[in-house]
């Protein structure tokens, strides 16, 4: 099992804020993720990363960005903070499996109020 | 395209009832796996179980138990003798081979919120 963490937890901030939400694996895993999840809703794909240098956008438009500097890091960015973005944030990495596939395994997520 | 189906929103039960949860697929794959994970109320997704296309054992982790089926589409998770810790929106999701990273991305089931009653 990977470990992943998140910080912070809990985010409650203005509108126009700045904000990065971080995630930090251990395993050396090479790819990340960043899911989107609303309340009691499902999770949708908003970033990933096949490694350092590498990011593409999900199947859900996202206003944020990402960096992979460093393999073990992948920060979510926020330039300009709105209501809109009131969710969670899950951040997942992989560990490769036998047979090709491969099995995400997420942090405990950031919750985003942005009021 | 690739689709998983929970048509379960939510079930009650009552602690120590039994309890299916169901996952039916659609993939042009012929190879993909299927995964359950639970999300307690605190947030995080814990994985549960990956399931290879090619091998339809059904699988059994204590109370657990997975009943694949690929001639119905369907990857449904049993609960045996509930507990109120299993109180948590379940999901089931599918990604295809890993054959590039298209086919690696997962595609989640819309959740089923369960709750044992104690």
């Known amino acids: 099992e990977a470990d992943i963490y998140q910080t912070p937890r809990y985010l409650v901030i203005g509108t126009g804020k700045k904000i990065t939400l971080e995630c930090s694996q251990t395993?050396?895993?090479?790819?990340m993720y960043w899911y989107q999840q609303d309340p009691g809703m499902e999770l949708h794909l908003i970033h990933y990363?096949?490694?350092?240098?590498?990011?593409e956008k999900g199947d859900l438009s996202s206003e944020s960005t990402v960096s992979r500097i460093r393999t073990e890091h992948f920060p979510l960015t926020l330039e300009s903070a709105r209501p809109s973005h009131t969710s969670q944030y899950l951040c997942?990495?992989?560990?490769?499996?036998?047979?090709?596939?491969?099995?995400?395994?997420f942090g405990p997520g950031t919750r985003l109020t942005v009021l | 395209a690739q689709k998983v189906t929970q048509a379960q929103t939510e079930i009650s039960v009552v602690e120590k009832e039994d309890v299916t949860l169901d996952c039916v697929y659609e993939?042009?794959?012929?190879?993909?796996?299927l995964f359950w994970y639970k999300q307690p109320p605190s947030g995080e997704l814990v994985f549960l179980i990956r399931?290879?296309?090619?091998?339809?054992q059904n699988e059994i982790s204590g109370r657990y138990s997975w009943n694949f089926q690929k001639s119905t589409s369907s990857f449904n998770f049993t609960i045996t003798a509930s507990q109120v810790v299993d109180s948590a929106v379940y999901f089931c999701?599918?990604?295809?081979?890993?054959?590039?990273?298209?086919?690696?991305?997962?595609?989640f089931g819309t959740g089923t919120r369960l709750t044992i009653i104690p």
């Open positions: 997942a990495s992989t560990q490769q499996g036998a047979g090709g596939s491969d099995t995400q395994y």
């Open positions: 395993m050396g895993h090479d790819k």
């Open positions: 990363s096949y490694g350092v240098n590498s990011t």
């Open positions: 993939t042009r794959d012929t190879t993909y796996y």
């Open positions: 399931r290879n296309s090619f091998d339809e």
């Open positions: 999701a599918l990604s295809g081979r890993g054959s590039n990273f298209g086919n690696e991305k997962l595609t």
